[in-house]
């Protein structure tokens, strides 16, 4: 298996444009998280899905942050305007069953840089 | 508020020695540990559990130790190897059967770094 799949790998953009994150989830697993990852704060959930519906999106910052996951195999995280205290790696990640296993498999990150 | 917090941001440790890792949490719901490991331009991928019932796990060079009435765990690896060095991200879940349903909340990281 490949793995989980995000695109692109660093994202350089200006403050105000629009930025959308991709994601494939590992095929088979029905959870798929994604986190975005600070120096002072570390990893922190934005949003979780379970089969392709959002059950938990409290920590998604602000309305500039939205989550699709049309499909079992493809979840976007999108950005609009942009600004640059957004900059900062985003990783999504997909696990088994409902809630939170103890393994989630995460991908290589989205570096997302705003100027 | 930082329910769980990884207070040395670096640690740098001679290769064949014990490196500790250490984490702190505040909130007494968490029932399941985890580290996680991280390497540049890699997502974090699972290390090590434990249990809240239990107070060591050991797997091979790495032992999670859990102090319940301190709030903290800790991760040793013994001996170190250079190809240790890693971010190390302590990770916590609170009881699934709450609303929570087993979410996990992660501290900031420790930059392990091991010479040779």
């Known amino acids: 298996d490949a793995g989980v799949i995000q695109s692109p790998r660093h994202e350089v953009t200006e403050m105000g444009q629009e930025v959308t994150l991709r994601c494939k989830p590992i095929?088979?697993?029905?959870?798929l998280f994604w986190y975005r990852q600070t120096m002072m704060r570390g990893l922190e959930l934005l949003i979780y899905?379970?089969?392709?519906?959002?059950?938990?999106d409290s920590g998604m910052p602000e309305d500039r942050f939205s989550a699709k996951m049309p499909n079992a195999s493809f979840s976007t995280l999108k950005i609009q305007p942009s600004e640059p205290r957004d900059s900062a790696v985003y990783f999504c990640a997909s696990s088994l069953g409902r809630g939170f296993s103890y393994e989630q498999y995460f991908g290589p990150g989205t570096r997302l840089t705003v100027t | 508020d930082q329910q769980v917090k990884q207070n040395s941001p670096s640690l740098s440790v001679q290769e064949g020695r014990i490196s500790i890792l250490n984490c702190d949490y505040t909130?007494?719901?968490?029932?399941?540990f985890l580290w996680y490991k991280k390497y540049p331009a890699e997502g974090p991928t699972f290390l090590i559990s434990?249990?809240?019932?239990?107070d060591k796990n050991e797997d091979g060079r790495f032992t999670v130790f859990l102090n319940k009435s301190a709030k903290h765990l800790s991760l040793h690896i013994v001996p170190s190897q250079p190809g240790d060095s890693a971010v190390y991200f302590c990770?916590?879940?609170?009881?699934?059967?709450?609303?929570?349903?087993?979410?996990?909340?992660f501290g900031q990281g420790t930059i392990l770094t091991v010479h040779p």
């Open positions: 899905f379970n089969n392709n519906v959002p059950i938990d």
């Open positions: 095929s088979g697993h029905n959870s």
């Open positions: 990770a916590a879940r609170a009881n699934a059967g709450g609303t929570s349903y087993g979410k996990l909340t």
């Open positions: 434990i249990s809240s019932i239990k």
């Open positions: 909130n007494s719901m968490f029932d399941y």
